[in-house]
Nanobody
């Protein structure tokens, strides 16, 4: 049984930084595509950043240059370093894993992921 547990969310002022972590259990995350998705209040879930099983990385345009996704296969942990946070980054952030090998073009499509964490809230204030 795959389990994903996120941590690291919180409240931060605009321009600040946070680092999210997602610990995976029940399988080896190195074989899977994994990603960070976010759901702003009243909006649909959207892809933020994802990393394929081959190490390929894709970022949403809205976070490119500010967020960095990485993973430590030895620790089965996925990270998201978020810098220069903006008000519009406020959302519930979810970690997700896919049992399929995804093409780069599909990495940010939430429908391609079949395991999800409960999420960690990120709130950016002015």
């Amino acid at each position: 049984q795959v389990q994903l547990v996120e941590s690291g969310g919180g409240s931060v002022q605009a321009g600040g930084s946070l680092r999210l972590s997602c610990v995976a259990s029940g399988y080896s995350s190195s074989r899977n595509s994994m990603g960070w998705f976010r759901q702003p209040p009243g909006k649909e879930r959207e892809g933020g950043a994802a990393i394929g099983s081959d190490g390929s990385i894709r970022y949403a345009d809205s976070v490119k240059g500010r967020f960095t996704i990485s993973r430590d296969n030895n620790k089965n942990t996925l990270y998201l370093q978020m810098n220069s946070l903006k008000l519009e980054d406020t959302a519930m952030y979810h970690c997700a894993a896919s049992s399929a090998v995804l093409y780069w073009s599909l990495l940010l499509n939430p429908l391609q992921y079949n395991a999800w964490g409960h999420g960690t809230q990120v709130t950016v204030s002015s």
